[in-house]
């Protein structure tokens, strides 16, 4: 038997040693050569160097001054990446009716002269519950409330929605999308 378990025994060893130290360390070698903005979080950091926030996982904004992003499924705070998932509520559960009826009143309550139609991704929240886009519509949605709010004109914030908008990966993966985060960080850095 011991015949048999010495070469089992060398072979664990070898394989943890090379899947559980060797591998990780080259791949996070290179990952830091090759993207070292991806693999420390995409993070953003403001002139004091400290980070502020990561292009991959929303930020909770709620002033009327600064774009709104998606709703977040996680709990109990918002956009907490150790609680990320979906609300799994399909579309006919009560629940998620009542919670979009919520945001649509929140959102016309913020915005009472605002009679353009709610964009879906306003009122829904992101498989994950993390993400940091919305779509170039849901940010127009929004424009003439942070416009007031700040006193600007709105052709100036639709530019600047339009300047920070991004556009389908590879031209031609998925659509359009305006990451929240760097919209509200262009937008503070205006006034």
Request: net charge positive; proline share 9%; glycine share 8%.
């Amino acid at each position: 038997m011991i015949k048999h378990l010495k070469p089992a025994v060398i072979l664990f060893v070898l394989l943890t040693v090379l899947t559980g130290v060797i591998y990780p360390a080259v791949v996070t070698g290179l990952a830091q050569l090759l993207f070292p903005t991806q693999a420390n979080g995409s993070l953003i950091k403001d002139s004091a160097d400290k980070p502020t926030g990561s292009l991959l996982i929303g930020q909770p904004f709620s002033s009327p001054d600064h774009f709104w992003g998606r709703p977040s499924a996680t709990g109990p705070f918002p956009y907490n990446a150790g609680a990320s998932s979906g609300s799994n509520l399909g579309p006919t559960n009560p629940a998620l009716v009542d919670a979009v009826k919520a945001r649509i009143e929140a959102l016309k309550a913020a915005d009472p002269d605002n009679k353009a139609p709610v964009p879906v991704d306003l009122i829904t929240a992101s498989g994950s519950g993390l993400d940091p886009h919305i779509s170039p519509a849901a940010a127009d949605y929004q424009v003439h409330r942070v416009a007031k709010a700040r006193n600007m004109k709105p052709e100036k914030l639709r530019a600047l929605v339009a300047s920070n908008t991004e556009s389908r990966q590879f031209g031609f993966l998925g659509e359009p999308r305006v990451n929240v985060l760097t919209l509200n960080l262009a937008l503070d850095a205006m006034h």
